[in-house]
């Protein structure tokens, strides 16, 4: 089994830059994929970005060139830099992953970003 604990969210003016961070434990030590999602309140949640064991990544049309997505695993940890927030990037941001076939979510991080 898979814990994902996220941290590194909090209040953030716009333009502003943070860096969340997802640390993983349990039997398994790296997912070969894991991603970042996010869900604002009355929105679905959606896809951010995403990494696979080898590096491969992919970001969400709404914030490509703004955020990157990275992983230790060493440090059984992925990270995502947020960098020129916009107020519309405020949401709960939840880590996930999979490994070999079971889906595992964390339990997720406020990110506000407001004057």
């Known amino acids: 089994q898979v814990q994902l604990v996220e941290s590194g969210g909090g209040l953030v003016q716009p333009g502003g830059s943070l860096r969340l961070s997802c640390a993983a434990s349990g039997t398994i030590v790296s997912g070969r994929f894991m991603g970042w999602y996010r869900q604002a309140p009355g929105k679905q949640r959606e896809l951010v970005a995403h990494?696979?064991?080898?590096?491969?990544?992919n970001y969400a049309d709404s914030v490509r060139g703004r955020f990157t997505i990275s992983r230790d695993n060493a440090r059984n940890t992925v990270y995502l830099q947020m960098n020129s927030l916009k107020p519309e990037d405020t949401a709960v941001y939840f880590c996930?992953?999979?490994?070999?076939?079971?889906?595992?979510w964390g339990q997720g991080t406020q990110v506000t970003v407001s004057s």
């Open positions: 990494i696979t064991n080898i590096g491969n990544t």
């Open positions: 996930y992953t999979v490994v070999t076939g079971t889906g595992y």
